[in-house]
């Protein structure tokens, strides 16, 4: 099977600071396209940010940012200036380009403290 | 825009018994896709659905089933349910090939 690994079950991190979640993956695949989701505690899925396999800059949203590096297989979250409501989990996903199905990760689950 | 919408959002169902989950996607999108989370699978894919037909499959039992009607909407089926089919149950929405997949609330299935 082709695995997506999160290798930190919690973070911790102050408001107003920055934090960086881990994901690597497992893929034998040449095109495929990276995501991370948002899953606050009320259980709805919020897509926060792509990255394509072909893409070659770092994809960034507002606060989110990655940090891509396709000969490791990692694609790692940066979520800067952390706020009180970005406690919630996280999931890191992969799916083959011409596929909707989504290969999850198991999670990180984020605590800012004010 | 409405979101994805499903229903119901809870239930509390009894083993042995079926149950319907409904999903209706985003106005214009085509493809639903259907995922279980649980405390000790995490998220998995039952199935997708393009233009009322499956287009891939989970690995999952034959209990589970789903259909797609010519609107787009979305239902999945469980019959003779078990205890492990408690469960988060979330339908995504998307345009073909499109990037992102919108999902729904949820429902939340309590087998007892």
């Known amino acids: 099977a082709q695995k997506i690994t999160q290798t930190q079950p919690g973070m911790f991190v102050q408001e107003k600071e920055a934090v960086t979640l881990d994901c690597t993956y497992d893929?034998?695949?040449?095109?495929?396209?990276l995501f991370w989701y948002k899953q606050p505690s009320s259980g709805e899925m919020i897509f926060l940010i792509y990255q394509g396999s072909y893409d070659e800059q770092n994809a960034t949203e507002g606060r989110y940012s990655l940090n891509f590096q396709k000969a490791r297989k990692s694609t790692n979250l940066v979520i800067s200036a952390s706020q009180l409501g970005d406690s919630a989990m996280y999931f890191c996903a992969r799916r083959n380009t011409g596929f909707q199905k989504l290969v999850f990760g198991t999670g990180t689950r984020l605590l800012v403290s004010p | 825009k409405a979101g994805v919408t499903q229903t119901p959002r809870y239930l509390i169902k009894t083993r042995g018994q079926q149950v319907t989950l409904s999903c209706s996607p985003i106005s214009g999108h085509r493809s639903v896709s259907w995922y279980q989370q649980t405390p000790g699978q995490g998220l998995q894919f039952l199935f997708e659905?393009?233009?009322?037909?499956?287009?891939n499959k989970g690995n999952f039992p034959g209990r589970f089933s789903g259909r797609q009607f010519s609107n787009s909407r979305s239902e999945m089926n469980v019959s003779t349910l078990e205890l492990g089919d408690s469960a988060l149950y979330l339908c995504a929405s998307s345009l073909d090939q499109g990037i992102e997949q919108y999902f729904g609330p949820g429902t939340r299935l309590t087998v007892t």
């Open positions: 893929t034998s695949d040449q095109s495929y396209g």
């Open positions: 659905y393009f233009s009322e037909t499956q287009r």
